[in-house]
C-alpha cells in the first residue's frame, strides 16, 4: 500500500471485533481513574468468541474495576471497550446485557424471598415469550441440576446451589460473553468441580466466552484457556497457563515463591 498518499489510511481499524472476527471483544488504552488512583491503567485486552479466561492478581490489582468497566457499572476516565463489532464505551448497564453481556457478581445474588423457578423467571422474561417459559426453565434447571430443587425458595439453597442458580440465571439471558467474579469462593471441593466443568462446557458446547476472576491457581488450572495477570491496573503478563505458573516475576507479585 502506497503510504504517500494521505488519503490512504495505514492504521488498522479499531476495532476488531465484528462478524468478520472471531474476536468478541476488545478494549483499547483503557482507564479508570478514582481521584489520584489508577485502577485501570491503559488496558489493551482482547478475547476470543468461546475463549475461557482468567484474571487474576494480588489485591487491589484492579480486576473487579476491569469487570465493573466492561459492565457499564463504572464509566471508563479514558479509553474504549469493542464488543460483538460495536463501540459500547457509553452503553448503560442494560444495553449492554441486551445485547449478551452476563455478569454474576462474587456474593450471590440471587432472590431470597423466591422460588428457584422465580428467580429463573425474571431473566427468562427478558428473552423467552411467556409460552416457552415452562420447557426454557426446565431445561435450565436441569442443565444446572436444580430440578429438585424447583419449588425451594432460593434463600434455603446451599452455597453452591445458589452460585449454581446465578449462573444459570446469567445464561438463561443466552449471553456472548459471560463474566463471573470468584464463583467458586467458599465453595468445597466437590461445588468447585461441579462450577469447573460447568464453566468449561459453556465455553466449549455453547461457545459463550467467559472472563472469571480466580484467585485459586489449582481452579485457574482445570479450567483456563489463557490467562491475564493484573498489576497495579496493568496487564502485567499474558500466557497459557504453564507459561503463567512458571513465571518467575509472576511468582514473586502474586503466587509466592513456594508454589
Ligand atoms: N469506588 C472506588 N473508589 C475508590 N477507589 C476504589 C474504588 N473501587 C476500587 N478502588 C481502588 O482501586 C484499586 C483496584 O481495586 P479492585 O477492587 O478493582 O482490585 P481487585 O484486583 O479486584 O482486588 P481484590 O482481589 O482485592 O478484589 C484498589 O486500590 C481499590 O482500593
Redesign the pocket.
Given at each position: 500500500m502506497a503510504t504517500s498518499d494521505p488519503t490512504v489510511k495505514t492504521a488498522p481499524a479499531v476495532d476488531e471485533t465484528g462478524p468478520d472476527s472471531s474476536r468478541i471483544l476488545q478494549t483499547r488504552g483503557l482507564r479508570k481513574a478514582?481521584?489520584g488512583?489508577t485502577?485501570t491503567d491503559d488496558v489493551d485486552f482482547a478475547l476470543e468468541a468461546g475463549e475461557l479466561r482468567c484474571l487474576i492478581?494480588?489485591?487491589?490489582?484492579?480486576?473487579?474495576?476491569?469487570l465493573?468497566l466492561l459492565t457499564g457499572r463504572l464509566e471508563p476516565t479514558a479509553g474504549k471497550i469493542y464488543y460483538d463489532g460495536a463501540d459500547i464505551t457509553g452503553l448503560p448497564s442494560h444495553e449492554r446485557v441486551d445485547r449478551g453481556i452476563s455478569m454474576k457478581f462474587q456474593v450471590p445474588s440471587v432472590y431470597e424471598g423466591l422460588t428457584v423457578a422465580g428467580n429463573l423467571r425474571i431473566p427468562l422474561q427478558r428473552v423467552v415469550e411467556p409460552d416457552a417459559f415452562d420447557a426454557r426453565t426446565r431445561e435450565i434447571l436441569e442443565r444446572f441440576d436444580l430440578l429438585a430443587e424447583r419449588e425451594t425458595v432460593a434463600g434455603e439453597l446451599s452455597h453452591g446451589q445458589q452460585q449454581r442458580l446465578e449462573i444459570g440465571m446469567a445464561m438463561a439471558m443466552e449471553p456472548n460473553l459471560l463474566l463471573l467474579d470468584e464463583p467458586v469462593a467458599g465453595l468445597s471441593v466437590e461445588e468447585t468441580a461441579d462450577i469447573a466443568d460447568l464453566l468449561r462446557e459453556i465455553a466449549d458446547d455453547d461457545g459463550v466466552a467467559v472472563i472469571v476472576?480466580e484467585?485459586d491457581i489449582d481452579f485457574v488450572e482445570t479450567i483456563a484457556d489463557r490467562v491475564t495477570v493484573?498489576d497495579g491496573?496493568s496487564i502485567f503478563r499474558e500466557g497459557s497457563i504453564e507459561e503463567i505458573r512458571t513465571d518467575p516475576e509472576v511468582k514473586r507479585i502474586y503466587l509466592g515463591e513456594d508454589r
Open positions: 478514582f481521584g488512583l485502577a492478581g494480588p489485591n487491589g490489582a484492579g480486576k473487579s474495576t476491569f465493573d476472576i484467585h493484573l491496573g
